[in-house]
Every structure is written in structure tokens, then in C-alpha cells.
């Protein structure tokens, strides 16, 4: 049985994202725009210097809707704070599980310290988490292992020993380089076949996850 386990935070544990789509939402409200909701599929995985670009071009320049997109930030994190997001199919079960059996849990995440400490509190699951590696702690992003082998560091497990939870194909990316297991639970994209090769292995949620833990394949 694996001695750790490191969990992504966001699509992995919390379903943020319909709390970023109306974050959207509500930035192009303010600038007296709609939001345009099919221009969402670009937004995955792009940087906010491309998402603006994209938008620049959907909305012909109007210097409304790049201050729309300037403030979305702002505006989700102000809104996690205030409400959280669902916790994802499975998350509780898991980490009782892992509890109960001594397996130490860590967050790692590109997100700010504060941000993860609100979806913590908010879901009251703070109390099963060891360690916390964030956003604002400055390490390199993934899919550098650097965020994963902090939080492996923090635990006191080896990375071999440990499984890395993950929606994104840069997270596993990330735990296939430092030496971890990596498990990708997919939020909104499906997994490459390149990814699958990374991953040892895919689960629909994290009911599975903890079903590979009872049949004693982790």
C-alpha cells in the first residue's frame, strides 16, 4: 500500500470550474458585455496572455472586454473565498480511507495558500491534510515534479511510495518525472494516449481511486 498520496486541488478535489465560468460571467456584466460561452473550450489550459488574445479577437478589440478579462481573476478567487465549489464524487470516502489506514495526504496545487486553506475549510477537510504546497510558495510549474517533490519532502515518503492525483496532463507529466505513481481522474479533458502511457493508471473518480486502494493495487 502507497504511504502517501498527493491530490491536485482544483478538477481533482473541488469542481471549480462553473464557479470560474460565472466568474466570467459576472466580469463581462460589469463591463456591460455578454459573455461569450463558446469561446470556453480555448480557455482550457491556456495562459492568461492567450486567453486574452482570444478574446481581443472575438470581441473586435473592445477595450471592455480585455478589462473584463482582467478582472475574471479577481473576481473567481473572490468568489471561492466567499463559497467554496462542490467537492468532487468520492473525495470524503477517499480520505477517510486513508486516514484510517495511515496514509499521509498532501495538497499540491498552483494555486495561492489562502485560496486552498478557504475549498479546505469550506469542504471540512482540512484536518486530513499534512502538508499544503501552493501556488505562492514560488517553486517551478508543472510539469516540473518540483510542487510534488516538496509535498512528498513534507510528508517524509518517498516518491515511489507515493501516488499523484491528477485532472491535467501536465500534473501527470509532472509525477512520472519525479519517480511518483501518477492516477489521472479526468475533469473536463479526457486523457491522450501519450498521457495514458504516463499514468499508471486512469480512474473515472476518486470512488476508484479508493477502490484500487482496497484491492490492494496501490
Same mark, same amino acid.
Given at each position: ?17 462553473? *464557479? ?9 456584466? %460589469? ?10 473550450? #480555448? ?6 496572455? /492567450?486567453? $486574452?488574445?482570444? *478574446?481581443?479577437?472575438?470581441? /473586435?478589440?473592445?477595450?471592455?472586454? =480585455? ?10 478567487? %473572490?468568489?471561492? =473565498?466567499? #463559497?467554496?465549489? /462542490?467537492k468532487k464524487p468520492g473525495l470524503d470516502g477517499l480520505l477517510s480511507y486513508a486516514a484510517e489506514h495511515g496514509i499521509k495526504c498532501a495538497v499540491a496545487s498552483a494555486s495561492p495558500k489562502e485560496l486552498i486553506h478557504?475549498? =479546505? ?7 486530513? !491534510? ?17 510542487? !510534488?517533490? &516538496?509535498?512528498? @519532502? @513534507? ?17 501527470? #507529466? ?19 494516449? &501519450?498521457?495514458?502511457?504516463? /499514468? @499508471?493508471?486512469?480512474?473515472?473518480? =476518486?470512488? %476508484? ?5 482496497? &484491492? $490492494?493495487?496501490?
Open positions: 500500500m502507497v504511504q502517501g498520496i498527493i491530490f491536485d486541488l482544483d478538477g481533482l478535489m473541488f469542481d471549480t470550474e462553473p *464557479v470560474w465560468i460565472a466568474a466570467w460571467d459576472v466580469a463581462f456584466s %460589469e463591463q456591460g458585455l455578454s459573455f461569450r460561452h463558446d469561446l470556453l473550450p #480555448q480557455f482550457f489550459g491556456a495562459s492568461h496572455e /492567450a486567453i $486574452g488574445k482570444i *478574446v481581443d479577437v472575438a470581441y /473586435a478589440g473592445d477595450v471592455r472586454a =480585455l478589462a473584463a478579462v482582467k478582472e475574471h481573476a479577481r473576481i473567481g478567487r %473572490e468568489m471561492m =473565498l466567499e #463559497q467554496g465549489a /462542490a478557504a475549498h =479546505l475549510e469550506h469542504g471540512n477537510i482540512e484536518g486530513f !491534510f499534512s502538508a499544503i504546497v501552493a501556488g505562492d510558495d514560488g517553486l517551478p510549474s508543472k510539469p516540473a515534479p518540483d510542487v !510534488f517533490l &516538496e509535498a512528498a @519532502r @513534507r510528508l517524509g515518503v518517498a516518491p515511489a511510495s507515493a501516488a499523484v492525483l491528477e485532472d491535467s496532463a501536465l500534473g501527470i #507529466q509532472a509525477a512520472h518525472a519525479g519517480g511518483f505513481i501518477p492516477i489521472m481522474v479526468p475533469d473536463m479533458v479526457e486523457p491522450t494516449e &501519450e498521457t495514458r502511457k504516463l /499514468a @499508471r493508471f486512469v480512474c473515472r473518480d =476518486l470512488h %476508484e481511486v479508493r477502490n484500487l486502494l482496497e &484491492e $490492494g493495487r496501490l
